[in-house]
């Protein structure tokens, strides 16, 4: 009797043990899975706040280089306008500086150069940024390099000497003419633009 009981106990009661370990299985693969979800929901969420965070830094690294960018080509802009404001008062600066490095060079050796150097340095006084940087500091030099030309050649006459330093000087009165040329060459004219001259050339 006793024993029967036991099986019969032992019949109930294995359903049960089995169920509980399914049951507990059940459970632990649910914890489990309801753990992996958390952390996929929460590595989610960190990415999601990553890429918002890179979002804004890349908008506001965007909008500062847009910045940077606009006013650099305000400060192009303003220096180009600057630069061909007065294109022809540069150019007429330029033939009239050339026009007083003829004179230099015709009075160079005569005693008129004291009053010529005189006029050109008012001159350059009056007109100096309206010339191209070289023909400035060019026109500068072959003024005081024309004044000092007779001193130099009448030192040189009594000393004997000093012929380099002559013709050092004489080379910064003439290249001017060259350094002013340069500097305000027109391009040449196109093989269409010759053709258009053409006709109103034949017809004068």
């Given at each position: 009797?006793?024993?029967?009981?036991?099986?019969?106990?032992?019949?109930?009661?294995?359903?049960i043990?089995?169920?509980?370990?399914?049951?507990?299985g059940?459970?632990?693969?649910?914890?489990?899975?309801?753990?992996?979800?958390?952390?996929?929901?929460?590595?989610?969420d960190?990415?999601?706040?990553?890429?918002?965070?890179?979002?804004?830094?890349?908008?506001s690294?965007?909008?500062?280089?847009?910045?940077?960018?606009?006013?650099?080509?305000?400060?192009?802009?303003?220096?180009h306008e600057?630069?061909?404001?007065?294109?022809?008062?540069?150019?007429?600066?330029?033939?009239?500086?050339?026009?007083?490095?003829?004179?230099?060079?015709?009075?160079v050796?005569?005693?008129?150069?004291?009053?010529?150097?005189?006029?050109?340095?008012?001159?350059?006084?009056?007109?100096a940024?309206?010339?191209?940087?070289?023909v400035?500091?060019?026109?500068?030099?072959?003024?005081?390099?024309a004044?000092?030309?007779?001193?130099?050649v009448?030192?040189?006459?009594?000393?004997?000497?000093?012929?380099?330093?002559?013709?050092?000087?004489?080379?910064?009165?003439?290249?001017l003419?060259?350094?002013?040329?340069?500097?305000?060459?027109?391009?040449?004219?196109?093989?269409q633009?010759?053709?258009?001259?053409?006709?109103?050339?034949?017809?004068?």
């Amino acid at each position: 009797m006793s024993s029967f009981h036991r099986s019969d106990w032992l019949s109930v009661i294995s359903p049960i043990v089995t169920l509980l370990i399914v049951a507990g299985g059940y459970v632990v693969s649910y914890v489990q899975e309801k753990g992996k979800n958390r952390a996929a929901v929460e590595d989610i969420d960190k990415l999601t706040r990553i890429a918002e965070d890179i979002k804004t830094e890349n908008a506001s690294r965007l909008a500062s280089i847009s910045h940077q960018n606009a006013v650099l080509i305000e400060q192009l802009k303003a220096k180009h306008e600057l630069r061909f404001a007065a294109v022809d008062r540069r150019l007429q600066a330029h033939q009239e500086a050339f026009s007083r490095w003829r004179k230099l060079v015709a009075n160079v050796h005569d005693e008129k150069i004291g009053p010529v150097a005189v006029e050109c340095q008012s001159w350059w006084n009056d007109n100096a940024l309206y010339l191209e940087p070289e023909v400035r500091n060019a026109f500068n030099r072959a003024y005081f390099a024309a004044l000092d030309h007779r001193v130099l050649v009448e030192g040189g006459r009594v000393t004997g000497g000093g012929l380099e330093s002559i013709e050092e000087n004489m080379r910064v009165v003439l290249t001017l003419g060259d350094i002013i040329m340069r500097a305000v060459a027109l391009p040449s004219l196109t093989e269409q633009e010759t053709k258009a001259v053409a006709p109103r050339e034949s017809q004068k």
